[in-house]
């Protein structure tokens, strides 16, 4: 597996998370009851799977080589910028998610709004990467680099979470996929 095929299988998962919080608004939108520990489960994964993991591959390995291959410095920045709004909407979230849990009259609105605007800030990222930046970077990195590259995410995943961990993430997120009738690629976890 190269470099770039390590970040889209995460990208895969994301795309599993963001439909099924999509599912979950859709429902919330329509007062029908939807599961909170569902909800807090999404968030769990998002800051165990995507802040802990998937970020640190992306911003301490795979960002760190994109100005030497062309790209410049103010758009790496600006990638960086994302996941760091991306981070503050989650936490933001997982709040409003409590709230909502709590009984609390704002909080199912404040949620969809701020759900919803996550979840375009989410898609809008994965297309800039999936789009401009994979594409560049594998046109652009020689096989030797390509392979220390790929090599360092592998070890990155198991010391951010840990394959366990991941795996773990991974099973539950396909459950959820099922439960909600998500119709995405399957985030298979690598043995």
Same mark, same amino acid.
């Given at each position: 597996m190269n470099s770039i095929d390590n970040l889209r299988d995460d990208h895969e998962s994301v795309v599993v998370f963001s439909a099924i919080l999509e599912k979950i608004f859709n429902e919330l939108s %329509?007062?029908?009851?939807? =599961? $909170? =520990?569902?909800?807090?489960?999404?968030?769990?994964?998002?800051?165990?799977f995507v802040i802990k993991n998937h970020f640190q591959k992306?911003?301490?390995?795979? +960002?760190?080589?994109?100005?030497?291959?062309?790209?410049?410095?103010?758009? $790496?920045?600006?990638? !960086?910028?994302?996941? *760091? $709004?991306?981070?503050?909407? %989650? !936490? @933001?979230?997982?709040?409003?998610v409590e709230d909502l849990a709590e009984g609390?009259? +704002? %909080? %199912?609105? &404040?949620? @969809?709004?701020?759900g919803n605007a996550y979840l &375009?800030?989410?898609?809008?990222?994965?297309? !800039?990467? *999936?789009?401009?930046?994979?594409?560049?970077v594998e046109e652009c990195l020689s096989r030797e680099m390509d392979d220390r590259i790929s090599d360092r995410l592998t070890m990155l995943d198991e010391e951010t979470i840990g394959t366990s961990r991941q795996l773990e993430l991974l099973e539950v997120l396909n459950c959820l996929m099922n439960f909600y009738g998500?119709? $995405?690629? =399957?985030?298979?976890? &690598?043995?």
């Open positions: %329509a007062s029908k009851p939807i =599961s $909170v =520990s569902d909800l807090r489960w999404l968030f769990e994964f998002f800051r165990d992306e911003e301490r390995i795979l +960002y760190r080589h994109l100005p030497s291959l062309g790209l410049p410095g103010n758009q $790496v920045d600006m990638l !960086k910028e994302e996941h *760091e $709004v991306l981070r503050n909407q %989650a !936490k @933001l979230l997982r709040g409003l609390r009259s +704002y %909080a %199912a609105m &404040d949620l @969809l709004d701020t &375009d800030l989410i898609n809008c990222h994965l297309q !800039k990467e *999936e789009a401009i930046l994979f594409p560049l998500i119709e $995405v690629g =399957s985030p298979e976890p &690598d043995t």
